[in-house]
């Protein structure tokens, strides 16, 4: 495949919307075709599955439920969009990918990064990212952050020492996954997105 498929990752509030946007805005100077995504959702089917899943109304959802809910959308996301879009040769920039399911499902409701790799490989039939950037922040400082702009979702209003747990899963992400860069993201935007640059040039 032709394209790049690049990937954000983050606890809840850690900026990686802006940090899509800023990449996007770089390779288009760079005449390069770009398409955004996020999980879960960016296709008509996902962002159903989306709404089922992060509906605060469920709270009886069983967390094997929720883990295949979440690879049935980047399944459908993965073959219906960002397969095509790289044979196409464009640059795929997606909030979050597999590694949220390892950190959130796997670690933070105890299902095992194991089990949750399994289902996502089947999901996604084995699609890797070219790059994936973990940005690094205080889960307590990015949650504040979200809840009061929005309130927030299912997943948001879990207690924070379940965000404790996904951030230490993150914290331990690369020794499962040694492909993911991890990036201070408490510092200015013009500062991360010049340590994303230069991993970008490093290429
Ligand atoms: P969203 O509002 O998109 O959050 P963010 O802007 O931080 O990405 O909600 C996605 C929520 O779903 C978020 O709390 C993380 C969670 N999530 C999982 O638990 N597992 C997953 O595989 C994915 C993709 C997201």
Same mark, same amino acid.
């Given at each position: 495949m032709i394209g790049k498929f690049i990937v954000l990752e983050g606890p809840? *509030?850690? *900026?990686k919307s802006t940090m899509a946007q800023k990449i996007g805005q770089y390779f288009s100077e760079l005449g390069r075709e770009i398409e955004f995504t996020r999980e879960p959702g960016g296709t008509d089917i996902s962002e159903k599955i989306r709404e089922l899943i992060l509906d /605060?109304?469920?709270?009886?959802? =069983?967390y094997r439920t929720e883990a295949l809910l979440y690879a049935a959308a980047r399944a459908q996301l993965v073959n219906e969009k960002i397969i095509p879009w790289l044979e196409d040769g464009k640059i795929v920039i997606s909030e979050r990918y597999v590694y949220s399911s390892l950190v959130y499902q796997g670690l933070g409701r105890d299902l095992g990064m194991e089990e949750i790799k399994k289902i996502n490989d089947f999901g996604t039939s084995g699609l890797k990212p070219d790059m994936v950037l973990l940005l690094d922040v205080d889960p307590e400082k990015a949650l504040k952050r979200k809840l009061s702009i929005d309130g927030g979702d299912r997943l948001e209003n879990e207690n924070i020492s379940f965000h404790r747990d996904v951030y230490e899963g993150y914290k331990c992400l690369s020794d499962f996954c040694p492909e993911v860069r991890t990036i =201070?993201?408490? /510092?200015t935007i013009d500062e991360i997105f010049q340590e994303i640059k230069d991993i970008i040039n490093s290429f």
């Amino acid at each position: 495949m032709i394209g790049k498929f690049i990937v954000l990752e983050g606890p809840d *509030g850690s *900026g990686k919307s802006t940090m899509a946007q800023k990449i996007g805005q770089y390779f288009s100077e760079l005449g390069r075709e770009i398409e955004f995504t996020r999980e879960p959702g960016g296709t008509d089917i996902s962002e159903k599955i989306r709404e089922l899943i992060l509906d /605060r109304n469920n709270t009886e959802m =069983d967390y094997r439920t929720e883990a295949l809910l979440y690879a049935a959308a980047r399944a459908q996301l993965v073959n219906e969009k960002i397969i095509p879009w790289l044979e196409d040769g464009k640059i795929v920039i997606s909030e979050r990918y597999v590694y949220s399911s390892l950190v959130y499902q796997g670690l933070g409701r105890d299902l095992g990064m194991e089990e949750i790799k399994k289902i996502n490989d089947f999901g996604t039939s084995g699609l890797k990212p070219d790059m994936v950037l973990l940005l690094d922040v205080d889960p307590e400082k990015a949650l504040k952050r979200k809840l009061s702009i929005d309130g927030g979702d299912r997943l948001e209003n879990e207690n924070i020492s379940f965000h404790r747990d996904v951030y230490e899963g993150y914290k331990c992400l690369s020794d499962f996954c040694p492909e993911v860069r991890t990036i =201070d993201a408490e /510092r200015t935007i013009d500062e991360i997105f010049q340590e994303i640059k230069d991993i970008i040039n490093s290429f």
